[in-house]
C-alpha cells in the first residue's frame, strides 16, 4: 500500500512542473517588453521555490518506493522458493525419474530469479506510467480538449503494435525459459557424471549435444529479443509523429485565437509527458512477457502431485 501511495505521489508531482513553465513564460512575457526584469524575478522567485520542492518531494516517494519495493520482491521471492522446496520434498520419486535435475534446480535459479527481476521492475514501472498517463490526461483535457483528442491518437496506434508484437514474441519467451531448464539439465548430468562420460569416451558426443542445447537456447533467445526489441523504436516513432501532429494542430489554433503560446508550450511539455509513459508501458510489456514465462514454469512445478 505504501509503496502504491508512493508511485501514485510521484507520478503526480512529477506532472506539476509544466503548469510552474506555463506561469513562468506568462511572468516573463508580461515584463519582455518593459524590459522589467526586477518584477520578474520577484514573481518567479516563490514559482522556482515552490518546484524546488516538488522534485524534492518527488524524489523523497521514489527512494522510498524503490527501497520497500526491494523488501518486497525478495521476501515475495524468498517464500516463493521455500514453497518450491517443501513442495519438492513431497514429490514422489517418480517426478524425478521422470524429470531432468537440472531442469528442477532451473526452477530454483532462472525461472524465479526472472520473476523477482520482473516484479522489481515491471509492475513499478507498470503503476508509474499508468498513474503518470492519467494525470497527464486530466492536465491536457483542461488546457484544450480538441488538442488533447489529437495527443490520443497515439493510444491505439500504439497499442496495435505492442499487442501484435507481444502475440508474435510470447512464445520465444516461454522457449528461452524451457530453453535455459533443457541446458542446465545437460550441464548438471554431464557434471555429476563425468567420471561415467570420462570411462566410456563419450566427451565428443557430449559436447555435439551441448552445442545442439546451446543452438535451440540461441534461436529462441534472439528471436524474442529481436521482437520485443522492436517496440522502443516503434514507440518513438509514433511519439515523434503525435508531437508533429499537435504542434501543427496547435499552431492553427493559435492563429484563430483560440489557444496562447504559453497554453501550446505547456501542452507540448504534456504531450512528451503522456507519450513517454506510454512508450514505458510498451517497455514494461517485454518484461511482464519474461515474467509470464518464468511464472509459468514455476507455477508448473509447483502444481506437480505429491506422493
Known amino acids: 500500500i505504501v509503496i502504491v501511495i508512493c508511485i501514485v505521489a510521484a507520478a503526480i508531482l512529477t506532472s506539476l512542473p509544466s503548469i510552474y513553465m506555463q ?33 524534492a518531494v518527488a524524489i523523497t516517494c521514489n527512494v522510498v518506493q524503490t527501497q ?40 530454483y535459479t532462472n525461472d524465479v530469479d526472472t520473476l523477482g527481476q520482473s516484479l522489481n521492475q515491471g509492475l513499478t514501472q507498470l503503476i508509474t506510467s499508468t498513474v503518470t498517463v492519467v494525470g497527464v490526461l486530466a492536465k491536457m483535457l483542461s488546457i484544450n480538449v480538441p488538442m488533447t483528442l489529437v495527443a490520443m491518437l497515439v493510444i491505439p496506434v500504439s497499442g496495435l503494435f505492442v499487442s501484435q508484437l507481444v502475440k508474435r514474441s510470447q512464445k520465444y519467451f516461454k522457449a528461452q525459459q524451457d530453453s535455459l531448464g533443457d541446458i542446465d539439465a545437460r550441464i548438471e548430468e554431464t557434471f555429476s557424471g563425468h567420471e561415467v562420460v570420462r570411462a566410456f569416451n563419450r566427451q565428443g558426443k557430449e559436447v555435439e549435444e551441448f552445442d545442439r542445447t546451446n543452438d535451440v537456447l540461441y534461436a529462441s533467445a534472439w528471436k524474442s529479443q529481436f521482437i520485443s526489441g522492436l517496440m522502443m523504436p516503434v514507440m518513438n516513432f509514433v511519439a515523434n509523429l503525435g508531437y508533429v501532429v499537435v504542434a501543427v494542430f496547435g499552431a492553427y489554433l493559435k492563429i484563430r485565437g483560440v489557444i496562447t503560446v504559453g497554453d501550446i508550450q505547456a501542452f507540448i511539455q504534456y504531450v512528451r509527458n503522456f507519450t513517454q509513459p506510454i512508450t514505458q508501458l510498451a517497455q514494461v510489456a517485454n518484461v511482464l512477457q519474461q515474467m509470464a514465462a518464468a511464472a509459468e514454469r514455476v507455477f508448473e512445478f509447483l502444481e506437480a502431485d505429491e506422493a
Request: hydrophobic residues 50%; proline residues 3%; aromatic residues 10%.
Open 68 to 107: 520497500l519495493s526491494a523488501v518486497v520482491t525478495q521476501g515475495t521471492l524468498m517464500k516463493t522458493r521455500n514453497a518450491m522446496f517443501d513442495h519438492m520434498e513431497d514429490l514422489p520419486i517418480s517426478y524425478f525419474d521422470t524429470n531432468k535435475h537440472g531442469d528442477i534446480m532451473s526452477h
Open 23 to 55: 506561469r513562468a513564460l506568462v511572468v516573463v512575457g508580461k515584463y519582455w517588453q518593459a524590459g522589467d526584469w526586477a518584477s520578474a524575478l520577484v514573481e518567479l522567485a516563490p514559482l522556482m521555490t515552490q518546484l524546488v520542492i516538488i522534485y
